[in-house]
């Protein structure tokens, strides 16, 4: 079996045998990777954010310096640290540092709130936090004390400030709890001799979307989460002449794998981070920075071509827009290569791994009709009925995957499992979909039961 954290479902072995076989899966760790990418483009810019630009040599350096600082503050291999970052450089340098240290990331929304974080903290057990101390008038020092008070797990918190502010806490590093306070922009120190750890490892924990009740956590490994973004890149042909630019939430799996933030790296592409993904924000960042690629939900698509109309904008740089997360109104879509001068690609995804995309060479009534096909030639997907049977292409089912970069059991969550997975090791979506002859699938929203 392959290895992973406590609390997760591995893929059984004759899949493991078949998927490195393949090729998909290398053995490569993800902080890894990043120092290969910093020694093959060390000077070109991998990230920005406003007038921030770092290079990829500077970026591993922090990321180095940053891992063993966290060692030294005491954070341990193994060791869950909640991440709950707007997207600054920091969500990228905090993601990779803690991995590199052999911590394991868990992403959480900055939207999100007391009742999800403790959750999260409870579930994990997760020894620490990094977040911002406020962030759009919300404390969240105040809500992490609150936690850290209520249970025996959260003792280190890491406290994000923007360039230029301070935090209202001032020197405060401990408090009653027992709960020690760090500015993240402390957390510094001499490198240290890598870890030696497993590709087959979990690299960091996602949130399940779309399900009712409490997130979900899905475990995503270092091999599975390399390939998938290493086959995305392919699929759009994606190279260092690429600008990527981060509009949703960073910690969003649509933004930070498909191929997204990693992928963009891998390349030596550019990342620029963008504080949401409004049309006054990025109209702006998209000119100055020439983007070429980007990815959207639906509802912020709309938002685009609307104010176009009414704004001069300079978006001739686009080559491509992915847009995914909720179903696409044609008429929507049938606006985007017109409008905006760029290709559209439809996609698919989910944070559990199941991943579909239309093709930039696909004719244009699958690209407006679509959500393409499966990334990998390893994905499995069935269409069935209620009953669990296999129906006729073009017929509405439920969407079941599984496959090279496809969760095989969510985190600590055993009661969520059979109805989760089939007993052959399908994920069941809750999405109802059909298949078209051709192959491409068709997703048309959640069914009217989750079955999580």
Not at 108 to 118: F, K, L, M
Not at 181 to 189: C, H, K, T
Not at 287 to 313: F, N
Request: glycine residues 10%; proline residues 8%; contains cysteine.
């Amino acid at each position: 079996m392959a290895l992973m954290l406590d609390g997760c479902t591995p893929w059984p072995e004759d899949f493991v045998d078949r998927y490195w076989a393949a090729g998909h899966w290398r053995g490569h760790t993800l902080d890894n990777l990043l120092r290969g990418w910093a020694l093959q483009y060390g000077t070109r810019t991998a990230l920005v954010h406003g007038g921030t630009r770092i290079t990829y040599a500077h970026l591993n350096r922090r990321v180095d310096r940053m891992a063993a600082g966290f060692r030294l503050r005491g954070l341990r291999p193994g060791q869950r640290v909640v991440v709950q970052l707007p997207n600054v450089p920091e969500f990228v340098l905090t993601v990779f540092a803690l991995m590199r240290a052999g911590a394991v990331p868990v992403f959480c929304p900055v939207s999100h709130r007391a009742d999800e974080v403790s959750h999260l903290v409870r579930v994990t057990e997760a020894g620490a936090y990094v977040g911002p101390s406020t962030y759009q008038g919300f404390d969240h020092t105040a809500m992490v004390a609150d936690i850290a008070s209520q249970g025996p797990f959260l003792r280190r918190v890491f406290t994000y400030e923007a360039p230029g502010t301070s935090s209202p806490y001032g020197g405060l590093t401990a408090d009653a709890s027992g709960c020690h306070y760090f500015p993240l922009g402390s957390i510094d120190a001499p490198p240290e001799r890598a870890l030696a750890q497993s590709a087959d490892q979990v690299a960091f924990l996602l949130l399940s979307a779309g399900a009712t009740g409490a997130p979900r956590l899905i475990p995503r490994t270092h091999n599975d989460y390399a390939y998938q973004a290493r086959a995305a890149v392919e699929l759009v042909s994606l190279t260092e002449n690429d600008v990527y630019l981060a509009a949703l939430p960073a910690d969003f799996h649509f933004a930070f794998g498909c191929p997204g933030i990693v992928g963009t790296l891998s390349v030596g592409g550019t990342v620029v981070l963008a504080d949401s993904p409004g049309p006054a924000e990025c109209f702006p960042v998209i000119e100055r920075e020439r983007v070429t690629v980007t990815s959207l939900v639906p509802a912020a698509a709309q938002r685009w071509l609307d104010v176009l109309r009414t704004v001069q904008a300079d978006l001739t740089s686009l080559r491509l827009v992915q847009i995914g997360g909720a179903p696409l109104p044609r008429a929507t879509a049938e606006r985007i290569g017109p409008e905006w001068g760029c290709r559209l690609q439809q996609v698919f995804g989910m944070p559990e791994g199941v991943l579909t995309l239309t093709r930039p060479g696909d004719p244009d009534e699958t690209v407006l009709t679509t959500q393409g096909r499966p990334l990998s030639p390893d994905d499995e997907i069935r269409i069935v009925d209620v009953d669990g049977k296999d129906v006729p292409d073009g017929e509405p089912g439920e969407l079941l995957a599984r496959g090279p970069y496809t969760l095989r059991g969510y985190y600590r969550a055993p009661d969520h499992h059979a109805r989760s997975f089939t007993t052959d090791g399908y994920f069941r979506t809750g999405e109802r979909a059909r298949r078209t002859p051709d192959g491409n699938v068709v997703v048309t929203g959640r069914l009217d039961v989750d079955c999580g």
